[in-house]
Structures are given as structure tokens and as C-alpha cells.
């Protein structure tokens, strides 16, 4: 599961077919079928839609796309959400995490042991407590689609976006801090338990919020982007 999500890392259009072939040219023994159960567990799936791509709960209202084209000149306009596989030492955890397009500043972030809905609801309503945006985008995974959750978003007026299947640029901006985040901390460290792994996260968010230059804000951090451009109703 940690060879699968960095090879995803690095290549999200990989379903389990071509995920199966690359672990076998890495030397490892290894069918398609036990492949398929690893990337359902990790929560993940290739981007290329297809007949196997996965899709949002059958009862559960899909929104539109809103962001096509949107030119966004402040921050609390657009914030978008993510969950992506943690391995640790032994066993692993999720991580979601709501992040301010504009910005790329990290609202507030949670860890749960199972991809249940409620652990995202939750930490919906902590970053709400701090702002709200104008649109906020998801993935059509039923976490985001459930019930609790729109709610909380169309009970504040709150427009809801969410991604194309198999549109893996359509949620860029948190790809992009999965990335940074697993290569720039959590793939060195192996940690041994949640508690390590939580105030690990804690230090590192912090770091990247606040101290970290970032390249697309020209040298300046989330932080100072964020509270210098806010966007306030």
C-alpha cells in the first residue's frame, strides 16, 4: 500500500490494471485482484474514467462544476477538500484536509481511521467556525455527497462545487498539498502511532501555512497571502 501511493502520487491516472503491471516490473508478485482491494481500502481509483471508476452514493445529489474559468482575486472565495491514504509504520489513517484556493492556506485539517462520512462533516464545521467561502469544491465521493454534509454547506447559502468524474486537475490546489505534505514529511518520518502522527501534522501544517515560501504565491507563505486578500460577505 505505501509502494501503491507513492507510485499514485506520481501518477494518478494509474487504475489497478496499469498500477498491477508497474508493481510486477518493480519485482513484486502480485494479481490485479488483490491490486483492486488495496486501492479500495486506500480509497483511491485512477482518474481516466472508465467502466471501474467508482461513483458517488446512488442516493446521494451530485452538483455541478463552478469553478471552470473562475478568476479568483481574494481568499475565503473558493475552498476546496480532500482525503487521501496516511501509511504509518504499522497501519495507516486518512487525512482530509480544507484548503483556500487563493491562498493554498490550510483551514483546518482531521485524521480518522475509517473513510466513514462523519470525520469530514466534523471538520467542515470546524473550518465554518473560522469563515465561510463563497463556493466550496469537492470530489463526488460519498463523504462529500452525503447528506450531513451538503447541509452544511446549503444551510449557510454556501454554493457547492464539485469535480467531473475522472477529473483529476479539477481539485489541483489539495493534490498538490498531498504532495508536498507525504514527501515533505510523513514518507520521513514512518510514524510509529496516531499520536506522533498528529502532532507531527500539527508541526507541518503550521510549517507550511506560516513559514514555508510558496512558489505560486511568489515567495510568500499561505499565511500572509490569506490574511492580507480575505474575502469577507
Sequence with gaps: MRLIDEQYLR????????????????????????????????????????????????????????LQGL???????????????????????YLAAIIDWYSRYVIAWALSNTLDHLFCVSL??????????????????????????????????????????????????????WRSAKYEEIYLKDYQNVLQLSQGLKQYFHFYNHERPHSALEGATPAEIHSANEYRT
Aim: proline share 6%; net charge positive; charged share 20%.
Design 71 to 93: 478568476d479568483l482575486q481574494s481568499a475565503n472565495l473558493v475552498w476546496s477538500t480532500d482525503i487521501t491514504y496516511i501509511p504509518m509504520a504499522t497501519g495507516f489513517m
Design 11 to 66: 501518477t494518478p491516472f494509474y487504475g489497478s490494471r496499469q498500477m498491477t503491471r508497474w508493481l510486477i516490473r518493480q519485482g513484486h508478485v502480485i494479481n490485479r485482484k488483490r491490486v483492486q482491494r488495496l486501492m479500495r481500502t486506500m480509497g483511491i481509483q485512477g482518474t481516466v474514467p472508465g467502466p471501474h471508476t467508482s461513483g458517488p452514493h446512488p442516493g446521494h445529489k451530485v452538483y455541478p462544476y463552478l
Design 124 to 177: 467542515l464545521e470546524e473550518a465554518l467556525g473560522q469563515a465561510h467561502p463563497v463556493i466550496f469544491n469537492t470530489d463526488q465521493g460519498s463523504q462529500f455527497t452525503s447528506t450531513e454534509f451538503t447541509r452544511c454547506l446549503s444551510d449557510r447559502e454556501i454554493l457547492i462545487s464539485m469535480d467531473g468524474r475522472g477529473r483529476a486537475l479539477d481539485n489541483v490546489f489539495v493534490e498538490r498539498l
